[in-house]
């Protein structure tokens, strides 16, 4: 099992429901099904942290 499914279970077993979201096309929806929900809600998104804004990463800046 990956890392976030085994938190995912967790926070199940808390009586809240989660989802990861691994690309930014998929925020939007994950934010609005949570909003719907009237119990507690966790979103788990993952980052990519060599990208600093669209287009500019971190590694590009060092390389300089």
């Given at each position: 099992a990956?890392?976030?499914?085994?938190?995912?279970?967790?926070v199940?077993a808390?009586?809240?429901?989660?989802v990861?979201?691994?690309?930014?096309?998929?925020?939007?929806?994950a934010v609005?099904g949570?909003?719907?929900l009237?119990?507690p809600y966790?979103?788990?998104?993952r980052?990519?942290?060599?990208l600093l804004?669209?287009g500019?990463?971190?590694?590009q800046?060092m390389?300089?």
């Amino acid at each position: 099992a990956r890392k976030h499914d085994i938190d995912q279970l967790r926070v199940r077993a808390l009586g809240a429901d989660a989802v990861t979201v691994e690309t930014p096309d998929q925020l939007d929806d994950a934010v609005a099904g949570a909003v719907r929900l009237d119990r507690p809600y966790v979103l788990v998104v993952r980052t990519d942290p060599d990208l600093l804004v669209p287009g500019t990463r971190m590694s590009q800046l060092m390389a300089q």
